[in-house]
């Protein structure tokens, strides 16, 4: 039992260097998987509260990558996204960033990735 909770908290991958985030997103995008990003920072106390509810989605939401980036570490990852406040939260799809989310709102969060998951069910059932 405790094996099989280890392997379902490593749906959130840490990414710990900038050469792991552009291999993170480049098989994201190569797999055509959208991305969830959590950005964080070991010092933000909002940021560390979302932690559980992240890996919550990321149970939920399969489908989904979902990547956690500290800023501190990954600083040039963080400027070029243009992450200015922890915690924020991004969600991609090709690369491209489809929704920006600034704050600890895990209401606002589940609104969206549920809006993205049934337009991605919608589009892949015309298809």
């Known amino acids: ?12 991958v840490k990414v710990d260097s900038e050469e792991s985030w552009n291999l993170s997103i480049s098989q994201a995008n190569n797999q055509g998987s959208p991305v969830f990003v959590h950005f964080s920072a070991s010092w933000c106390v909002p940021s560390l ?40 939260f991004v969600l991609m799809r090709d690369g ?14 589940k609104k969206r990735i549920d809006a993205f998951a049934h337009s991605l069910s919608t589009t892949s059932t015309l298809e």
């Open 49 to 88: 509260a979302m932690n559980s509810y992240f890996e919550e989605l990321a149970k939920t939401y399969q489908d989904i990558v979902f990547l956690l980036v500290d800023v501190d570490e990954l600083k040039g990852v963080a400027s070029k996204m243009e992450v200015k406040a922890m915690p924020t």
């Open 96 to 109: 491209a960033v489809i929704t920006k989310i600034v704050g600890a709102n895990p209401g606002e969060m």
């Open 1 to 12: 039992m405790e094996e099989q909770q280890q392997r379902e908290k490593s749906r959130v």
